[in-house]
Nanobody, 114 residues
Framework: QVQLVESGGGLVQAGGSLRLSCAAS????????MGWYRQPPGKQRELVASITSGGITNYADSVKGRFTISRDNAKKTLYLQMNSLKPEDTAVYYCISLPRTVAWGQGTQVTVSS
């Protein structure tokens, strides 16, 4: 059974950094792309960053220049380096295949205090 397990979240002050990881099982990394979504409190889930199997990346305007998505295909692990964090980055962060072919994982909570 394919699983996605996110980790690395936590509480950080504004301006700080966190690195999220997503460990994937099965053959999910053979998907055309992988992505990080986030769901702020009371809001809908939104795509933050994506990376194709060939390494092409794309970012939401709100995180460009601050977040970096990367992947280690040998380890089947997806990463999200988050720098210069802002309170509005507070959310539960999820990784997923693109297109989505598996269930969402449990996510990892990121809380940025002002």
């Amino acid at each position: 059974q394919v699983q996605l397990v996110e980790s690395g979240g936590g509480l950080v002050q504004a301006g700080g950094s966190l690195r999220l990881s997503c460990a994937a099982s099965g053959n999910i990394f053979s998907s055309p792309a992988m992505g990080w979504y986030r769901q702020p409190p009371g809001k809908q889930r939104e795509l933050v960053a994506s990376i194709t199997s060939g390494g092409i990346t794309n970012y939401a305007d709100s995180v460009k220049g601050r977040f970096t998505i990367s992947r280690d295909n040998a380890k089947k692990t997806l990463y999200l380096q988050m720098n210069s964090l802002k309170p509005e980055d507070t959310a539960v962060y999820y990784c997923i295949s693109l297109p989505r072919t598996v269930a969402w994982g449990q996510g990892t909570q990121v809380t940025v205090s002002s």
